[in-house]
């Protein structure tokens, strides 16, 4: 066998190593990943069980918000809000907080950008302050009331399309 040969299946030999070791690096990490999502998930449930409709939004936060600080910026789900009125017209505030609360085994329930799927997390939505509901069936059902604004006049079918709708 010349050198060249030996040569080449000693770098052969080397990078199947390498990329063995690179593999058994991934695969800890993993590892690692899922057991820190998963103690914060069992922190989550222990403390769930603790918090009650009618709950002020510091109380809930102060109970819950501690079992996420383990989990990093692509494990979680930032919290939404968005200003509605009440039935009688006043201003009124709802926040959407979203605890992780679950993890796919193969952690394939990602999105495009790698984060993870809505049905990881419970939300918990506080109007004004105070817990109103929790769960994705609460999200579904908020009732948002319409803005008291007039309606826009609609132009009839020729002012909007002329010619194209058959109008000369």
């Given at each position: 066998m010349n050198a060249t040969a030996v040569a080449c299946l000693l770098c052969l030999c080397a990078s199947t190593i390498l990329l063995t070791g690179c593999e058994a690096i991934q695969q800890a990490s993993r590892e690692e990943t899922a057991a820190r999502i998963d103690e914060s998930i069992a922190a989550y449930r222990t403390a769930a069980t603790k918090v009650r409709l009618g709950d002020s939004k510091e109380q809930v936060l102060e109970l819950l918000q501690p079992t996420q600080f383990p989990l990093q910026s692509n494990e979680i789900k930032p919290p939404e809000a968005f200003p509605t009125q009440t039935a009688a017209g006043d201003p009124s505030l709802v926040?959407?907080?979203?605890?992780?609360?679950?993890?796919?085994?193969?952690?394939?329930?990602?999105?495009?950008?790698?984060?993870?799927?809505?049905?990881?997390?419970?939300?918990?939505?506080?109007?004004?302050?105070?817990?109103?509901?929790?769960?994705?069936?609460?999200?579904?059902?908020?009732?948002?009331?319409?803005?008291?604004?007039?309606?826009?006049?609609?132009?009839?079918?020729?002012?909007?399309?002329?010619?194209?709708?058959?109008?000369?």
């Open positions: 926040e959407i907080h979203f605890f992780r609360s679950s993890r796919h085994p193969d952690e394939a329930g990602t999105d495009r950008q790698g984060l993870p799927l809505p049905d990881n997390f419970t939300p918990y939505i506080f109007t004004d302050g105070v817990l109103t509901g929790i769960g994705w069936t609460d999200v579904l059902s908020l009732r948002m009331r319409k803005p008291d604004h007039p309606p826009r006049p609609q132009a009839d079918l020729c002012q909007q399309m002329g010619p194209l709708a058959g109008c000369f």
